[in-house]
Nanobody
């Protein structure tokens, strides 16, 4: 199983920005981000094909969040802008064993999570 280490979570006010980072121990076909809000199940947020850079987003974050990578470092980032209180939750980095990056079910390895709290 690939090892994933997230960082960058913090407490911010609504309208603010954060950038999350995730370092993977080895190359994977896809890297992505999930989140889990208080009292809710996990939600797929964004994914990236690490070979060609194709990106995928959930409707809830499209236009506000951007996923990117440093391919040489097996590292993925999530730039989060115009944060809203409903973005509050635990954010998890994830990796696939397969290469279908736009299907959330492809992600099978997980980091430990980093907390994002957005206050109004």
């Amino acid at each position: 199983q690939v090892q994933l280490v997230e960082s960058g979570g913090d407490s911010v006010q609504a309208g603010g920005s954060l950038r999350l980072s995730c370092a993977a121990s080895t190359r994977t076909y896809c890297l992505g981000w999930f989140r889990q809000a208080p009292g809710k199940g996990p939600e797929g947020i964004a994914g990236i094909n690490t070979d060609d850079g194709t990106t995928y987003y959930a409707d809830s974050v499209k236009g506000r969040f951007t996923i990117s990578q440093d391919k040489a470092k097996n590292t993925v980032y999530l730039q989060m802008n115009d944060l809203k209180p409903e973005d509050t939750g635990m954010y998890f980095c994830a990796a696939t064993r397969g290469n279908i990056c736009g299907w959330w079910g492809s992600y099978s390895s997980w980091g430990q999570g980093t907390q994002v709290t957005v206050s109004s």
